[in-house]
C-alpha cells in the first residue's frame, strides 16, 4: 500500500473510476445481447433496442472503454442484423 497521501487517493480514485468503467462496459455488452436476442425471437421492439446499445456502444468509444474501430464495426453489424 502507498505511504503518500497523493498515491492514497490515486488508488481510490482508481477504485472508483474502475467501477464506473467496469458498469458501462457491462450494461452495454447486456443491450447488445438484449438487441441480438430480440433480432433471433423476432420481436417488434428491435428498432428500440437498436437504438440503445447503439448509443451505449457510442458512449464507451467516446469515454475510449472500447476501440472506436470495435464500436464502428459492432454498430455495423447489429444495423445488418436489424435490415436483414
Known sequence: MANIKSAIKRVRQNEKNTAQNTA??????????????????????TQELFTRAQKLVAQAANKHLIHANKASRTTARMAKKLNA
Open 24 to 45: 458501462k462496459i457491462s450494461e452495454m455488452r447486456t443491450a447488445i445481447k438484449a438487441f441480438n436476442q430480440a433480432v433471433e425471437e423476432g420481436a417488434d421492439n
